[in-house]
């Protein structure tokens, strides 16, 4: 494996935790001793905390990520948050097209791949989220599902421009369900999608979908999955540093 694919964590935190609760996660977590020199480690609270958690990293080696970016620099765009506003506050990371934005609010493949695209140009690394519904998955057109979302979000974009993106596959039907696919199956579609995009070869893909400290360490020791987009496991601060334990263990299994 590649040092550019280093296994990462990164913590979704979705629509959880006000300003003053990301502050106290941030002093917990930072306690502790974290396997930082193996495993990166972002995290992604909401825009509300983006600027007080960013004070709270300083410093630190964790990483802050947001959950979503406009995909213009500026303008009249109510309720929408441009990418300097976020590099302001000391975000690197964002996640794009997370299955829940393309179900609930009607984000489309075109606006992922302008979302990636205006994040790089800011520096920010895009987590470009993937993944087939329970009935794709059930008619067995997993793979060429996430194969055209993953074609159509770096449409156009140079090899060496998606080698600094991140590719997330969660399949809808493992988010929140206590029931994550097998680290097999998950490994297949990765495999299938970086041999299918060859800026993807050196780049890191995660598995996303009831990631928990006990089943983390299996993902990542396989050959193509590079660590984990993590929802409900990662709004507690020893479950998270669990998971970033279980994440070095798994790569160097
Ligand atoms: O972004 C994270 C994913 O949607 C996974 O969520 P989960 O770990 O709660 O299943």
Redesign the pocket.
């Given at each position: 494996m590649s040092a550019a694919r280093r296994p990462l964590i990164a913590g979704?935190w979705?629509m959880h935790k006000t300003i003053a609760q990301t502050q106290a996660f941030i002093a917990d977590l930072c306690a502790r001793p974290l396997p930082l020199d193996d495993v990166d480690a972002v995290l992604c609270p909401p825009f509300t905390a983006l600027a007080a958690a960013g004070a709270a990293l300083a410093g630190s080696r964790v990483g802050l990520g947001a959950q979503n970016v406009s995909w213009a620099e500026q303008g009249a765009l109510t309720g929408e948050i441009a990418p300097a506003m976020l590099t302001e506050c000391g975000v690197r990371w964002v996640?794009i097209g997370?299955?829940?934005r393309r179900a609930m609010f009607g984000e489309l493949d075109e606006r992922v791949k302008e979302k990636a695209r205006i994040a790089l140009a800011h520096g920010l690394t895009p987590i470009v989220?993937v993944g087939e519904t329970a009935e794709e998955h059930a008619a067995g057109i997993a793979l060429d599902k996430v194969r055209r979302q993953v074609r159509a979000a770096f449409d156009g974009f140079a090899d060496d421009e998606i080698a600094r993106c991140v590719v997330?596959y969660?399949p809808i039907w493992?988010?929140?369900?206590g029931k994550a696919d097998s680290p097999e199956e998950a490994n297949a579609v990765m495999g299938a999608i970086r041999a299918d995009v060859p800026g993807l070869r050196d780049a890191r893909i995660l598995y996303?979908?009831?990631?928990k400290p006990d089943n983390i360490a299996a993902f990542v020791s396989q050959p193509h999955i590079d660590g984990g987009?993590?929802?409900?496991?990662?709004l507690e601060p020893a479950s998270f540093a669990a998971l970033l334990e279980g994440a070095r263990k798994g790569a160097a299994a």
């Open positions: 979704n979705k996640v997370h299955s829940e989220a997330a969660e493992a988010i929140g369900t996303g979908g009831s990631v987009l993590v929802g409900g496991a990662s």
